[in-house]
């Protein structure tokens, strides 16, 4: 594609044929590499290095701190119209920190590495990706956002096998090598071709005059602030302690690892309805309803029934909830508080969602320790989520009386 005929297509504010799939197949990689590995990883650091699991563990949680510290930094520059450059820089790093925890010898050296990762995190996952088309497809970017997110959806399912099956051959060393090489050969092409031609920052013709601190002055940024907050730590505590959930529950050990596993593929098949009903729904509508699920899901689990149907339906619910929520935490800041500063305002978000993130599996594991069971940390998880959607709801209700006002007023000028 020249470079004529992508400017024509970002005019259009029609993504050009094959920019959302490389771009996902850029997040796929990116996604399984540096989030979904680690699992398969930490017994090897821990036997080489000669560390403890908690030692080890903490590798991980400084890549997700240092994401989370620089989510707001990212956000400012993708704004800035710098969105190439920090792509590009992400999936270089990526490549070198990958390249060097083949090297470690010693625990902060591991560290060193997995900082660095952390930073890659930060600028090649999701949150930049989706301002990105934010910024670029103003009038469809609900839709991208959406195709983007099925072959993410899948990161889990391609990269946990493939990286047991290349430490399996190669050793965990010759599998990072193999690791940093796709992001060093396939990922920076991608976004060094595919994110040229960058619009101009504030490059739209209904700019918003207002400034970022007076977004956040005002309910809807902190509602659906809340929003993200709160249902980033019941997925981080959802997703660390399934497996001992399912166990408790008496299911069949094929069951306690089939349910869990199956989420991927029913988050891609949530994204996938939306897509195809998308044009046929009300979007309002959907993003109120969508985030319901997941509290309902956690509540069948909280109930308590040691039933395979019981928990099929929680898989059900939890898998389709956590895909549509996604593409909800993706378009709400634009759609809701401002499509010209949703990167900023999303990256102010990064650092509480991290510490929350960080802290909410061991919140859990100590509701488990104090009452014996699961049943009453899944009850205060589903009680947090109802609170989480309601916010949101209010947030939105407030931010749509504004804009019928606001055009209601533009409509008397004229």
Not at 241 to 263: C, D, F, Q, T, Y
Not at 331 to 349: C, D, F, H, K, P
């Amino acid at each position: 594609m020249t470079a004529q005929s992508l400017t024509t297509a970002l005019a259009a504010h029609e993504p050009p044929r094959g920019f959302v799939l490389w771009l996902s197949i850029a997040q796929l990689i990116s996604w399984g590499t540096l989030f979904y590995t680690f699992s398969l990883l930490l017994s090897h650091f821990e036997r080489d290095l000669a560390l403890s699991r908690v030692d080890a563990s903490l590798a991980f949680s400084l890549a997700l701190l240092c994401e989370g510290l620089l989510a707001f930094l990212i956000g400012r520059l993708i704004d800035a119209g710098k969105a190439r450059w920090v792509m590009c820089a992400g999936s270089l790093l990526a490549g070198i920190a990958f390249f060097g925890m083949s090297l470690v010898q010693t625990q902060w050296q591991l560290y060193l590495a997995w900082i660095a990762a952390g930073v890659a995190m930060s600028a090649t996952l999701y949150a930049p990706a989706f301002a990105i088309l934010i910024r670029r497809y103003p009038e469809n970017f609900r839709r991208a956002i959406i195709t983007l997110t099925f072959l993410g959806g899948l990161a889990s399912t391609v990269f946990i096998p493939l990286t047991a099956l290349l430490i399996a051959q190669l050793g965990w060393r010759g599998a990072l090598l193999v690791l940093a090489a796709l992001h060093l050969l396939v990922c920076l092409p991608i976004h060094a071709h595919w994110l040229r031609n960058e619009p101009a920052a504030r490059a739209h013709s209904h700019a918003d005059p207002r400034s970022l601190r007076d977004f956040t002055r005002e309910f809807p940024f902190w509602g659906l602030a809340s929003f993200f907050v709160l249902f980033a730590g019941i997925t981080s505590a959802m997703g660390t302690h399934m497996v001992p959930m399912l166990s408790e529950r008496n299911l069949p050990a094929a069951w306690v690892i089939a349910i869990p596993a199956s989420i991927g593929v029913l988050q891609v098949i949530g994204r996938f309805v939306l897509y195809i009903t998308e044009k046929h729904i009300d979007v309002h509508a959907a993003n109120r309803w969508i985030p319901a699920t997941l509290p309902a899901a956690i509540f069948i689990l909280a109930l308590g029934f040691a039933s395979p149907l019981a928990a099929l339906l929680f898989a059900l619910l939890y898998g389709l909830a956590n895909g549509m929520i996604t593409i909800v935490k993706a378009t709400a800041m634009a759609q809701y508080v401002s499509r010209e500063r949703a990167a900023s305002l999303n990256g102010l978000i990064g650092l509480p969602t991290a510490i929350v993130r960080a802290l909410a599996p061991s919140a859990l594991a100590l509701m488990w320790t104090w009452s014996g069971n699961y049943r009453f940390g899944l009850g205060v998880l589903s009680l947090a989520g109802v609170v989480a959607v309601a916010v949101f709801w209010l947030a939105q209700r407030n931010a749509m009386r504004a804009n019928e006002v606001s055009q209601q007023g533009d409509s008397d000028l004229t």
